[in-house]
């Protein structure tokens, strides 16, 4: 539908446009060493049969980067970034454009007006836009030649991009803007680097039928994409054209400030003037404003520096930008080191060579699944490695030799699935950011439960760094982490309520001691937070502290794991038996179903108060639950906080009538449209039929997830991506899914014949199937042999993947009574012990 070219452009443009867009189509594809996207190719086609003879995939080492398409999640509100990075790169470029309410990443993929490229950014985040500082911004020339007459505000230099134009993969990222201006970039770990393509014409069309001569003008903002900024320099030097400054900004979900800076470098082209800009006025004289340089403050809004280049030789010319959140001096350095020289092709190679490297963990026997599927699995398992990001040597806060990671954001999201896949499929690192996790304990006091541009985001739920923290613990993560100091940091969660719990650690402390669960009309007066939640708060508690429990066992810690495993029965006690699912709607009569049963606030007399059990799902005022709402659940209704016992199942499963009433509970709670998937609540319950004997239906739902939720078409993602809807579809394709802090793993059949995991012992973990149906008809298993033995149960521990093994599943069409029986289910603290 969309037409190729905007309208309202002259036929004139339209054929300088074209060249621009082939060139620069051109110029990309010797470097590629997989097929553009398809769309791209057609696009080209259309415009008059460009010869694309050279890209046929060679496949081999890296072929499994063509199935990453990093536009997923880029509409319908999965703010995921699509832009160029490494794994938990700092450096993160894309085009930021101007549809404020998606642009918590910079990019969406519509058609709103592009405002700048920016080289700092968050992935798939649900609050405010996050990071995009210091954006950059190129005119290919200026209306009557005269630097005054371009646009240098947000506002007004904004252009339209040419449709379809967008190209992303792992380390790359380009697209060609209405203004005959094409952009390429990459990153290395704290720089990005832009290849800036222009017209081969001596006048250019540079807005409506205005024509200018090619002399491109870059100019750099100080802005952010949240437009927090305050204060900040700049300095443009006249001779190099180097420019550096700095900003101090706003954390995009949490208090306090940060500080960035920059040094931006150019080549492939000569300087011909230099300057600032406030708003729209630039000015050949000032070349640096700011107190840094001893002059007032900069004013808010748009402001920066720019550089007007006479017409480049080749039609292209680069821009380096190196990042510090430290110094000037420091983003120099990052760029120098990185980056020497200017080598765009080199460091695109590095890029993809690192992801490859990382990717390539997992090996999957490709055969028969078809395409969608091969790239929603890639794309996602792509995804759980951008955040978070590797910040090590760049903290401002405090100095120490430990790694320090950020845009742990948030740890109630990544707790569930990415952090388990990490563990598993990049070990080395997950120990760094535990490291760092106990670091930050060590420097402000407190495990961060949310975290971003080093200031403590709000804390959603419970103190879920403590299940990060025990799950890492109990799959024997050891490198350089003193476990010591980190079960003194969960311990700190568990019983010292920190000034003010709304950033970090747990509030209503003495209440949830003394009471065993979070009274609804509790006033703590000890100290500040919000006293809401009370449900989720209680039973997300006791799972942490039932976590902290099996790394006490583990430290021979036996009084505390005592006290613990007590704690985590707190559950119990905001299970109302009498609470029914049924209200009266004025104009709909009676609402519910049969069930009746479960979690609700409670008052400090033991009464239960009511909360509607749907408020909050996608059936019943789905928006009221939010960090700063009243009620006692948060983003999410009672009804799916009752599933949320991991500790003990079994228990849960006797309050809830048993067995079948309990698989009957949780059908209808998949089909009834209560469950939202696009939050991370809902992984787990679409495997706990594992623990009422069904393992069956955990893989009938995850089948109709996967693709109807989760696909690779750009909206494929239900919700914010958070780096854990992409873990949760990994998860889901190879065929097991982690109870996160616990050593236990449920297990379905692979989406694939085969999937290979690399051990920490230098072995294969291997899962194949036997039977295996590409059309998913035949998804049960029918029976199991781990290591050519017999296997019934249906979950598996961590010693699989840590020591490898060959686990083979048969497969067929109908539910068999593989995995159903007691002794097959998962552990339950009232059933069972385990050996952590
Ligand atoms: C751009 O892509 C959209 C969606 O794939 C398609 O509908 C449209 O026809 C494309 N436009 C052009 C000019 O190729
Ligand atoms: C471009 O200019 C033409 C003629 O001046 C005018 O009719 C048209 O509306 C303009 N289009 C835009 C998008 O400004
Ligand atoms: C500058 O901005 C004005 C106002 O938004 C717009 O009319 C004009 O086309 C822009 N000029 C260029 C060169 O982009
Ligand atoms: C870190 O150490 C350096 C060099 O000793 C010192 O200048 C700096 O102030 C220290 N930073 C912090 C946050 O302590
Ligand atoms: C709350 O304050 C009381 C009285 O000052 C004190 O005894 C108690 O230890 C405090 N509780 C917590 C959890 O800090
Ligand atoms: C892909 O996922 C999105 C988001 O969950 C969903 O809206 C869409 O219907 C799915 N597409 C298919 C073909 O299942
Ligand atoms: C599978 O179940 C269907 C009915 O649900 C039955 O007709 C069919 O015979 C079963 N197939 C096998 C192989 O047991």
Not at 496 to 508: C, F, L, Q
Not at 689 to 715: D, E, K, M, T, V
């Amino acid at each position: 539908m969309a037409p190729f070219l905007t309208s309202g452009i002259p036929r004139r443009r339209r054929v300088f446009v074209i060249a621009v867009l082939a060139f620069f189509i051109w110029a990309l594809l010797p470097i590629e060493s997989f097929n553009p996207p398809r769309r791209l190719v057609n696009s080209v086609m259309m415009m008059g049969g460009l010869e694309l003879g050279a890209s046929s995939p060679p496949g081999g080492r890296e072929s499994m980067l063509k199935y990453v398409d990093p536009l997923i999640g880029t509409v319908n509100g999965g703010h995921v970034f699509p832009g160029a990075t490494l794994p938990y790169g700092m450096a993160k470029a894309v085009a930021d454009v101007d549809n404020w309410a998606e642009i918590a990443a910079g990019f969406v993929s519509d058609t709103s007006k592009v405002t700048g490229f920016s080289h700092l950014h968050d992935s798939g985040t649900g609050g405010s836009p996050s990071l995009g500082n210091f954006p950059l911004f190129v005119h290919p020339g200026c209306p009557n030649d005269d630097h005054l007459n371009c646009n240098y505000s947000g506002a007004t230099r904004a252009v339209e991009r040419i449709a379809n134009s967008t190209v992303a993969r792992p380390g790359y990222f380009s697209i060609a803007l209405s203004n005959s201006v094409g952009y390429e970039m990459t990153a290395s770990m704290h720089t990005t680097l832009f290849r800036i393509n222009v017209p081969d014409q001596g006048d250019i069309v540079v807005s409506n039928g205005t024509t200018a001569p090619n002399s491109p003008l870059l100019l750099l903002d100080l802005t952010d994409l949240g437009k927090t900024r305050r204060g900040g320099s700049i300095q443009v030097d006249p001779e190099t054209g180097r420019m550096t400054g700095s900003g101090k900004f706003s954390p995009s979900f949490g208090h306090g400030q940060y500080s960035a800076y920059f040094c931006a470098d150019f080549s492939g082209a000569g300087i011909r003037k230099t300057g600032t800009f406030v708003k729209e006025k630039a000015d050949e004289k000032v070349k640096a404003m700011g107190i840094d340089v001893g002059e007032s403050a900069v004013p808010a809004g748009s402001a920066g520096g720019f550089v007007q280049f006479n017409r480049p030789l080749s039609s292209q010319f680069l821009a380096r930008v190196g990042l510090s959140f430290k110094s000037v001096a420091q983003a120099c350095q990052n760029a120098e080191k990185e980056i020497p020289g200017f080598d765009f092709d080199s460091v695109v190679k590095a890029g993809e060579k690192a992801w490859s490297e990382k990717l390539s963990v997992i090996q999957v026997d490709h055969t028969g699944v078809n395409e969608g599927f091969l790239t929603t699995f890639w794309s996602g398992f792509y995804r759980a490695l951008l955040s978070p990001q590797d910040y090590t040597g760049e903290n401002p806060l405090w100095n120490s030799s430990e790694p320090y990671f950020d845009s742990f954001y948030c740890i109630w999201d990544s707790f569930r699935a990415q952090h388990p896949l990490l563990t598993l499929v990049d070990p080395k690192e997950q120990t760094r950011m535990v490291r760092a996790l106990i670091d930050i304990y060590k420097h402000e006091g407190k495990l961060p439960d949310c975290r971003m541009s080093f200031a403590q985001g709000y804390t959603q739920g419970g103190s879920n760094g403590d299940v990060v923290l025990a799950d890492a613990y109990l799959k024997k993560l050891h490198d350089g982490i003193d476990w010591n100091l980190g079960y003194e940091a969960v311990v700190s969660d568990a019983e010292i309520e920190p000034e003010d719990w709304t950033r970090v650690g747990r509030g209503n402390l003495e209440a949830w001691k003394t009471y065993g669960f979070i009274p609804n009309d509790d006033n703590d007066k000890n100290h500040t937070g919000p006293q809401t939640r009370t449900v989720s708060r209680t039973v997300e508690y006791a799972y942490e502290d039932f976590t902290i429990a099996l790394m006490a066992r583990g430290l021979g810690k036996r009084d505390d794991e005592r006290k613990y495993l007590e704690r985590s029965k707190n559950w119990e006690n905001v299970f109302d038996p009498d609470a029914a699912d049924q209200y009266t709607d004025a104009g709909r009569g009676v609402i519910g179903s049969d069930f009746k049963g479960f979690m609700q606030p409670r008052s400090r007399n033991g009464e239960f108060t009511y909360q509607n059990m749907r408020l909050c799902s996608p059936v019943h005022e789905m928006h009221k639950c939010y960090f700063d709402t009243v009620y006692d659940t948060y983003e999410g209704s009672p009804w799916l906080y009752t599933f949320y016992v991991p500790q003990d199942m079994a228990s849960l499963i006797v309050r809830l009538g048993g067995k079948e009433a309990f698989i009957d509970r949780l059908s209808y709670f998949h089909s009834s449209g209560i469950i939202y998937m696009g939050n991370e609540q809902s992984f787990l319950p679409t495997y706990q039929f594992h623990y009422g004997g069904r393992p069956a239906l955990s893989s009938y739902w995850l089948h109709q997830y996967i693709p109807g939720q989760f696909n690779s078409s750009i909206n494929g993602i239900p919700g914010n991506d958070d780096c854990a809807m992409g873990a949760f579809t990994t998860f889901a394709f190879m065929g097991f899914f982690p109870v996160a802090g616990q050593d236990v793993y449920l297990l379905t059949p692979p989406l694939f014949r085969e999937v290979n995991l690399q051990t920490p012992t230098g072995r294969r973990a291997t899962i194949r199937n036997i039977g295996f149906d590409p059309m998913y008809e035949a998804i049960y298993i029918q029976s199991a042999k781990l290591d050519g033995k017999p296997y019934t149960k249906n979950w598996i521990a961590h010693d699989f993947f840590y020591h490898g093994g060959l686990l083979e599943l048969t497969l067929g069409r109908n539910e068999s009574a593989w995995g159903t029986r007691d002794e097959d289910l998962p552990p339950s603290s009232s059933t069972q012990t385990w050996a952590p």
